[in-house]
């Protein structure tokens, strides 16, 4: 089975950046599509952005323009390049891979099965 770590958490200003990554491992199988969600206190788990082995990506209306995933050489290593941080953004990222996902015309929002273990982001002044 897929095994993902998160690492790059931490504390950042308002205004600051955070670069996260997410290594999956532990399968002889190729994961289509890899995404990040965030889960703040009292909020469900929300998609941040997502990233397709085609090199399809897309966002959520409210990180756009801020945030940016990418995929190292290694396909199955993630990153989130979080910049202009906000408040807001404070929450537990969660790294997502979905080994099954299928190209298709409309944005990827893949949520497979596999989930890294979490890190804290956390915006304040």
């Known amino acids: 089975q897929v095994k993902l770590v998160e690492s790059g958490g931490g504390l950042a200003q308002p205004g600051g950046s955070l670069r996260l990554s997410c290594v999956g491992s532990?399968?002889?199988?190729?994961?289509?599509?890899m995404a990040w969600y965030r889960q703040a206190p009292g909020k469900q788990r929300e998609f941040v952005a997502a990233?397709?082995?085609?090199?399809?990506?897309n966002y959520d209306d409210s990180v756009k323009g801020r945030f940016t995933i990418s995929r190292g050489n290694d396909k199955n290593t993630v990153y989130l390049q979080m910049n202009s941080l906000k408040p807001e953004d404070t929450a537990v990222y969660y790294c997502?891979?979905?080994?099954?996902?299928?190209?298709?015309?409309?944005?990827?929002?893949?949520?497979?099965?596999?989930w890294g273990q979490g890190t804290q982001v956390t915006v304040s002044s």
């Open positions: 997502n891979a979905d080994p099954t996902y299928i190209e298709g015309k409309e944005e990827p929002r893949p949520r497979g099965d596999y």
């Open positions: 990233l397709t082995s085609g090199g399809v990506t």
């Open positions: 532990g399968t002889p199988f190729t994961i289509n599509a």
